[in-house]
């Protein structure tokens, strides 16, 4: 029996780059799901490569898309809870997907053992909750093309170290609506927008340009109303609007005046 003293050092990326007891490497290609709404909690994925996201559906059926993930983050970290129970969204594959798929058991087993490995995950949930508080704070300050800037560049990891233009994965714009609670045609028109002011590009694919940040971190827009193209709000708009105010109001004047 090894003594404390001798005990083999836990590699971290060893441990999460191959299979062993309680783990094994899955491969999905796009679509294809780690896990269901409403399956048994029971496993975690570390995900090794490709990127993917995490949906749930409404009673009535309506899907949203709630976050993304990317190499280096687990996903199904519920099955910890002291009580499993069953999965509250679906994880799938945007792209081409490697992980590795942890049983519950050994998920904790690890934990315990292992201080340096709790300490890869309890950092991994911490940068996860604030993540999960910025996308809030962004619901609920934030105009909706500003939402869309943010969500572009974290797609494209612009948040990692070191400065390139990125081609991230394909997605679509009802994908892109669903993630910042907007409608797919004015998702269309501000993309269009971007486009024109050179903070992206796209044919097939959507490459983001260092110069979007300027929209989300110094609120930069050639336009203060960036929300929406105006709107004919006069001539031939208004004017039978208050025709039929001044028809519903002249009984109501002389009553008034009385009062």
Same mark, same amino acid.
């Given at each position: 029996m090894k003594s404390k003293d001798t005990k083999d050092t836990f590699d971290c990326g060893a441990f999460l780059a191959n299979a062993g007891l309680g783990r094994r490497t899955v491969k999905l290609e796009p679509k294809d799901t780690f896990f269901s709404q409403g399956?048994?909690?029971?496993?975690?994925?570390?995900?090794?490569?490709?990127?993917?996201?995490?949906?749930?559906?409404? #009673?009535n059926g309506k899907e949203a898309t709630i976050t993304l993930l990317y190499a280096g983050d687990f996903v199904g970290e519920e099955s910890l809870a002291s009580i499993p129970?069953?999965?509250?969204? /679906?994880?799938s594959a945007v792209n081409?997907?490697?992980?590795?798929? $942890? /049983?519950?058991?050994?998920? $904790?087993?690890?934990m315990h053992e292992e201080p340096e490995f709790a300490d890869l995950f309890l950092k991994f949930m911490l940068a996860r909750s604030m993540r999960t508080q910025a996308d809030?704070?962004?619901?609920?300050? +934030?105009?909706?093309?500003k939402r869309l800037a943010r969500i572009l560049l974290l797609m494209a990891q612009f948040d990692k170290p070191g400065e390139r233009d990125i081609f991230?994965?394909? $997605?679509?714009? @009802?994908?892109?609506? @669903?993630?910042?609670? /907007?409608?797919?045609?004015? =998702?269309?028109?501000?993309? +269009?927008?971007?486009?024109? *002011?050179?903070?992206?590009?796209?044919?097939?694919r959507i490459q983001v340009n260092k110069?979007? *940040? +300027? =929209? =989300?971190?110094?609120? #930069? *827009?050639?336009e203060?109303?960036? @929300?929406? %193209?105006?709107?004919?709000? /006069?001539? %031939?708009?208004?004017? %039978?609007?208050?025709?039929? =105010?001044?028809?519903?109001?002249? %009984?109501? $004047?002389?009553i008034a005046k009385t009062i």
């Open positions: 399956d048994e909690a029971n496993t975690v994925f570390y995900l090794q490569a490709g990127r993917a996201k995490l949906t749930v559906v409404s #009673q129970g069953l999965r509250l969204a /679906t994880a081409s997907c490697i992980a590795l798929k $942890i /049983t519950r058991d050994e998920m $904790i087993h690890e809030l704070v962004d619901q609920l300050f +934030n105009s909706s093309e991230i994965p394909p $997605i679509s714009q @009802e994908t892109l609506a @669903e993630m910042i609670g /907007t409608t797919r045609s004015r =998702v269309s028109f501000f993309m +269009n927008r971007f486009r024109k *002011l050179g903070y992206i590009n796209y044919n097939d110069s979007l *940040l +300027n =929209v =989300v971190l110094l609120d #930069q *827009l050639p203060r109303n960036s @929300e929406r %193209p105006p709107l004919p709000l /006069t001539g %031939p708009v208004l004017s %039978p609007a208050i025709s039929k =105010v001044k028809t519903i109001l002249e %009984p109501v $004047i002389p």
